[in-house]
């Protein structure tokens, strides 16, 4: 009995070290588990978010080509608004559906960035579909446009903890005359 009672202590030891070694594995194994599940969501809204981005940018990219069709934008390759219609009719339901999505995993800043740009995106529709020639107007909205874009990259890259990106304004290169009164087209 006494060579167990000498060899208890060790015994304990054993038993206490197996326990925490338990402990801290299942411990490191949750915190791992919860990195990578974060991570995965993390790059499903940013796949949202940028799918949400490209849709809106297909209809201002045409609504750019509309209304250098009517004389509002200096967009070189002009479009008619019925040429137009099918692709904005294309555009809007992959808009919506990608709405759908940024709905159900954006944050709740994002979704209202993103509410505020469709929202200047749809005015330059209406603006167009009355086949308006208001180019005043029309810069109005661009710049309207591009600020609401600013703000939902903005929001997406706090949402998602990325450092500040660019402007998305690309300045024009000297010695062009020809593209030199041209607005941004990045917008």
């Given amino acids: 009995m006494s060579a167990f009672v000498q060899q208890l202590p060790a015994l304990i030891g054993v038993v206490v070290g197996a326990i925490g070694s338990y402990l801290a594995i299942t411990r490191g194994d949750r915190a791992r588990f919860q990195r990578e599940e974060k991570a995965r969501w993390e790059e499903r809204r940013l796949a949202v978010y940028t799918d949400y981005a490209r849709d809106l940018k297909k209809a201002v990219t045409l609504t750019y080509r509309i209304a250098a ?50 929202t200047v995106v749809m005015e330059m529709e209406v603006f167009l579909r009355g086949g308006t020639h208001d180019p005043s107007r029309w810069s109005e909205l661009l710049s309207a446009q591009r600020a609401a874009r600013a703000r939902y990259y903005e929001s997406v890259r706090r949402d998602l903890a990325l450092p500040a990106g660019h402007s998305g304004q690309w300045p024009v290169r000297e010695g062009r005359e020809d593209r030199a009164d041209r607005p941004d087209r990045t917008g």
């Fill in 69 to 118: 069709h009517l004389g509002n934008d200096p967009h070189p390759h002009p479009l008619p608004a019925e040429d137009a219609a099918p692709l904005l009719a294309d555009a809007t339901l992959a808009r919506d559906a990608s709405g759908e999505a940024l709905l159900m995993l954006g944050a709740e800043e994002v979704v209202a960035r993103a509410r505020e740009w469709v």
